[in-house]
C-alpha cells in the first residue's frame, strides 16, 4: 500500500537517513516542502470544514493528510501535517490560521510584559501528536517520517508582527529596542520547540527538520549574536543518544540565507537546506564539506513547460553531487497552484537520473 522508500527496510536505513549523514545510497532521496495539503485534491476534500489549527490536532486527520502525497508522488519521506504554531497554540496562545493568509496571533507580543506572560508548553500537551506520530511511523513501515517545528526567530516575527509579514520591521525594531526581552523570548521558544521535536522524536519520528524560514532577512552579524544561539538551543534541548533521545539527523532551513549559510551549517544541523538562489555546489562551498545539503528547485519552475522542469532537475542534481550527501527538494514550499502530477514526474525523474 505505502511505496517503498528505495531498498531500505526500515526507516533507519532509507535514503534520506543515509543521504543526512552523508552515507552511500541507492538513488537520491527527493520530498518536498508542502508536500501535504495545498494543491492536492484529496486534501482540500478531507480538510473541508474543519479549521487547520483543529485538523492539525486530530491523529486521524493527521495520519491520512500525512500519506496522501506519499501514496500519490512516491516521495522518500513523509513530513508530518502540522504547523509550526501549534506549539503556541497547544499552550493556549490565540491564534488562528486564516485561509489564504496564514496565522493571525490576536494580541501579539509588543513588551517586556508580554513576553514574560507567554504560557509555557507542557510535555503533557502533546498526547495527540505522540499518537498521530506513533500511527504513521507504524502506517509508513520502510519510509521515515520527518517531525518539525519552528525556529524561535521565525516563531517570534508572527508573535510580534500578530501575522504574516514581508519586512518584519516590529520584530527587528523590538529586537534592537529590547535585547534582554528578544533573549527572553527566543529562549523560551527554543525551550518549547525542542519539547515539540522532542515528542516527534519519541514517538518515532526518524529525522527532524527545524524551519527557520525568515531568518534570510537578518544581517550575518545579527544572526550570529541574537538568533543563531537559540536555534542551536533547540538542537542542543532535543538531546542526544547519551540522554536517551533517539539519534536522528536534523535538517535546518531557511529562506534567503546565502549570506548565512556558513552560520546554519555551524548552528547544530546534519543537513542544510537551500533556497534557489544559491547553486547548491556554491552552497558546498560556502557550508563546508562535513554537512549534507536538501534542495534546491525553484518553486516556480514546477508552473513551467516540460522541459525546463527537466532541464533545472537535472541542473540540481548534478550540481548536488558536490555534497557529501543531497536531498533533492525545493528551494522553499510547493506553490497551491502546482500541477500535483509534475510532482510525481519529479521524483521519478530524480530516481532515474540518480539510481546507482
Ligand atoms: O507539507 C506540509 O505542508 C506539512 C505541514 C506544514 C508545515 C511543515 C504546514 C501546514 N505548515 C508547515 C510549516 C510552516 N508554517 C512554515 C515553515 C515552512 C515554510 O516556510 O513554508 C511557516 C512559515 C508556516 C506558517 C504558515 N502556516 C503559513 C505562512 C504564512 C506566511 O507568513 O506567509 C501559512 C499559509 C500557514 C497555514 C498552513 N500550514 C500548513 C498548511 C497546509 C497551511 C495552509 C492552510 C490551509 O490549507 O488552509
Not at 532521496?29 to 484529496?42: D, I, N
Request: hydrophobic fraction near 45%.
Amino acid at each position: 500500500m505505502t511505496p517503498v522508500a528505495g531498498s531500505a527496510t526500515t526507516p533507519a536505513d532509507s535514503d534520506l537517513v543515509r543521504a543526512a549523514r552523508g552515507l552511500p545510497v541507492s538513488r537520491t532521496p527527493v520530498w518536498f516542502m508542502r508536500q501535504a495539503g495545498r494543491s492536492l485534491p484529496e486534501y482540500r476534500e478531507l480538510r473541508a470544514g474543519t479549521k487547520m489549527l483543529d485538523s492539525c490536532q486530530d491523529p486521524d486527520l493527521v495520519t491520512e493528510i500525512t500519506l496522501q502525497p506519499v501514496r500519490r508522488h512516491g516521495v522518500d519521506a513523509a513530513i508530518l501535517f502540522s504547523d509550526i504554531v501549534l506549539p503556541l497554540v497547544v499552550a493556549g496562545v490565540d491564534i488562528e490560521i486564516k485561509p489564504g493568509i496564514g496565522p493571525v496571533i490576536a494580541s501579539p507580543v509588543r513588551s517586556v510584559a508580554d513576553v514574560d506572560a507567554l504560557p509555557d508548553l507542557e510535555p503533557g500537551q502533546l498526547d495527540f501528536l505522540a499518537t498521530a506520530v506513533g500511527r504513521l511511523v507504524g502506517e509508513l513501515g520502510a519510509t521515515p517520517l520527518i517531525g518539525f517545528a519552528g525556529a524561535p526567530f521565525t516563531l517570534a516575527t508572527y508573535l510580534i508582527e500578530g501575522g504574516p509579514s514581508k519586512e518584519h520591521a516590529r520584530t527587528k525594531a523590538f529586537m534592537y529596542a529590547e535585547p534582554e526581552a528578544w533573549s527572553r523570548l527566543l529562549g523560551k521558544l527554543a525551550v518549547s520547540a525542542a519539547t515539540f521535536l522532542r515528542t516527534q522524536v519519541d514517538a518515532g519520528a526518524s529525522a527532524v527538520q527545524l524551519f527557520d524560514s525568515w531568518a534570510g532577512v537578518l544581517s550575518a552579524v545579527d544572526y550570529a549574536e541574537r538568533v543563531l544561539p537559540h536555534s542551536r538551543a533547540v538542537f542542543d534541548g532535543l538531546g542526544n543518544r547519551e540522554q536517551g533521545v533517539r539519534d536522528v539527523p536534523r535538517i535546518h532551513f531557511g529562506v534567503a540565507t546565502g549570506e548565512l549559510l556558513p552560520l546554519i551549517g555551524d548552528a547544530g544541523a546534519d543537513v542544510v537546506g537551500v533556497d534557489w538562489r544559491v547553486p547548491l555546489d556554491e552552497a558546498v562551498r560556502r557550508i563546508g564539506p562535513s554537512r549534507s545539503v536538501q534542495g534546491n528547485l525553484d518553486p516556480a519552475v514546477l508552473l513551467a513547460d516540460r522541459d525546463t522542469v527537466e532541464r533545472e532537475v537535472r541542473r540540481v542534481v548534478d550540481q548536488g553531487r558536490a555534497a557529501r550527501g543531497h536531498i533533492f527538494n525545493l528551494g522553499h514550499g510547493v506553490l497551491p497552484e502546482t500541477d500535483p502530477d509534475v510532482l510525481t514526474r519529479v521524483v521519478e525523474l530524480v530516481h532515474e537520473l540518480t539510481s546507482r
